[in-house]
């Protein structure tokens, strides 16, 4: 049995896409993300130690959305769930990657792209 840990809406600048208008001016990606983990711990202890801190949690994605660009934004949703994963005690994560101004002609309210990963020991391919 897995407890959740959620961060909504979390805003950061990036320069991701296939165009290259979009690596040069930018702009705003949100994320949001579902940690699974056991919880019983940190609820035991209340020590942040025992949990996944999520204001430091916030500042990695938060780079990893600044950082290196890519096309797509499904290659970000995998690159911020292995970051999620980097803490042995997730045992799995749902990643959803916003792209609210994406490049489309059309009238729309978003884009988004929704990912989930698990352990690589969970899964039979052994890929994380």
Known sequence: MSDV????GL?????????DFERVRGQEFVVDVALELDLAQA??????????HYGELAKRLVAVVGGAPV???????DRLAAVCLADRRVTAVTVTVHKPQAPIPYGFSDVAVTIRRT????RPDGQA
């Open 119 to 122: 352990r690589a020991a969970d």
């Open 43 to 52: 609820a035991k202890s209340d020590d942040v130690a025992d949990t996944v």
């Open 71 to 77: 096309n797509l934004i499904e290659t970000l949703a």
């Open 11 to 19: 805003r950061a600048e990036g320069r991701h896409g296939v165009y």
């Open 5 to 8: 840990i959620t961060l909504t």
